[in-house]
């Protein structure tokens, strides 16, 4: 079995810096491109940044600048370091992973719970 879990999460005052981890564990051979998400009240999950196995990242436009996303590959575990936080980032951040469970096995997605972060003040 494979568990992504996340941790980090909580409320802080926009302008305000939160930093989110999430470590996988479980029967893992590969571990590729992982990434975090994120869903708001009444709207779709979307893309928030990647992280390849090699360190290659992708953003999404909102949040480039005030995010950054990172990797431990020794650890099985992505980061991702929020500054500068809006109101409309307030949202349940989930983490993903795309990952090999074994050598001959074609890789599959894999979600955490989610964790929640709200921007208020």
């Known amino acids: 079995q494979v568990q992504l879990v996340e941790s980090g999460g909580g409320l802080v005052q926009p302008g305000g810096s939160l930093r989110l981890s999430c470590a996988a564990s479980g029967n893992i051979f590969r571990l590729n491109t992982m990434g975090w998400y994120r869903q708001a009240p009444g709207k779709q999950r979307e893309l928030v940044a990647t992280i390849t196995r090699a360190g290659s990242t992708n953003y999404a436009d909102t949040v480039k600048g005030r995010f950054t996303i990172s990797r431990d590959n020794a650890k099985n575990t992505v980061y991702l370091q929020m500054n500068s936080l809006k109101p409309e980032d307030t949202a349940v951040y989930y983490c993903?992973?795309?990952?090999?469970?074994?050598?001959?096995?074609?890789?599959?997605?894999?979600w955490g719970q989610g964790t929640q972060v709200t921007v208020s003040s």
């Open positions: 993903n992973a795309d990952l090999q469970r074994y050598r001959y096995v074609a890789p599959d997605d894999y």
